[in-house]
């Protein structure tokens, strides 16, 4: 399993699909997964990404309240398997009685997710299938590169450039 961060939920243009990305972030190269969802899942990953506690508990919130007062908790969040373009999570639970492992969409998973703290996994065999590298911001690079240029200037020496006569 790859530990994997929320980024964020983007629109796909010109479809105005909403999508969920993920980064992973233990690994040398960071891949990104986006999973296309729903908007009402959207809108509930966002708010609870934003700390939005709206006036009446949305289904999202209300589940959550659920699993606080049933003494259960969340472990962890995975996405596990893509299926004819479809994604499948499992969301693990524990009580005092005993663990379990829930199906659910991965959206639901990660708007409960957000809610409760909890971390989400991705398996490598989606990241290979479905994830893609993340492409390195251009602005970093250039900070990058003009930090580099000025250790190299503050450092240098005439030796540097051989001899001198």
């Not at 499992?90 to 703290?117: G, K, N, T, Y």
């Amino acid at each position: 399993m790859i530990p994997m961060e929320l980024l964020g939920v983007r629109v796909e243009l010109p479809s105005n699909t909403p999508i969920v990305v993920l980064r992973s972030t233990e690994e040398e190269v960071s891949r990104l997964l986006p999973i296309f969802i729903g908007g009402t899942e959207a809108t509930a990953i966002a708010l609870a990404q934003e700390g939005v506690k709206p006036p009446r508990p949305m289904t999202h919130d209300l589940f959550a309240e659920v699993i606080d007062n049933m003494e259960v908790t969340m472990e962890r969040v995975v996405i596990t398997e893509l299926r004819e373009r479809t994604f499948f999570a499992e969301m693990h639970l524990r009580s005092p009685a005993e663990a379990r492992v829930q199906s659910a969409r991965p959206s639901d998973a990660i708007a409960l997710a957000v809610r409760l703290d909890v971390p989400i996994f991705a398996s490598e065999e989606i990241l290979a299938e479905a994830g893609y590298p993340e492409e390195p911001d251009p602005e970093e690079q250039a900070e990058t590169m003009v930090e580099e240029f000025k250790d190299f200037i503050d450092n240098v020496s005439p030796e540097d450039f051989g001899e001198t006569s």
